[in-house]
Nanobody, 120 residues
Framework: EVQLVESGGGLVQAGGSLTLSCAAS????????IGWFRQAPGKEREGVFC???????YAGVSAKGRFTISRDNAKNTVYLQMNSLKPEDTAVYYC??????????????WGQGTQVTVSS
């Protein structure tokens, strides 16, 4: 059974930091790029960051300069380190897996999401 399980969300004050984790199982992790997406109420889903199996990364506009992404292929886990958080970062954050390199859409597997709330 394929699973992507996000964790690490929560409530944080503006300017604070959070690290999200995405633990994968049920597929060959090394063959897949992992992306982080987010969706705020009433807004479209937005790509945040992606990391390919070779470590190549692609940052969305909202992530540049504040977020970093990393992966531990031995643990089948991807991390999203979020710094200098702003209230507009409040959203449900999802991780997703796509076969091959990072892509803007058409991901194969999705997690259930984790809520991030940034208070002002």
């Amino acid at each position: 059974e394929v699973q992507l399980v996000e964790s690490g969300g929560g409530l944080v004050q503006a300017g604070g930091s959070l690290t999200l984790s995405c633990a994968a199982s049920g597929f060959t992790f090394d063959d897949y790029a992992i992306g982080w997406f987010r969706q705020a109420p009433g807004k479209e889903r937005e790509g945040v960051f992606c990391i390919s199996s070779d470590g190549t990364t692609y940052a969305g506009v909202s992530a540049k300069g504040r977020f970093t992404i990393s992966r531990d292929n031995a643990k089948n886990t991807v991390y999203l380190q979020m710094n200098s958080l702003k209230p507009e970062d409040t959203a449900v954050y999802y991780c997703a897996a796509v076969y091959g390199p990072c892509a803007p859409d058409n991901y194969d597997y999705w997690g259930q999401g984790t809520q991030v709330t940034v208070s002002s």
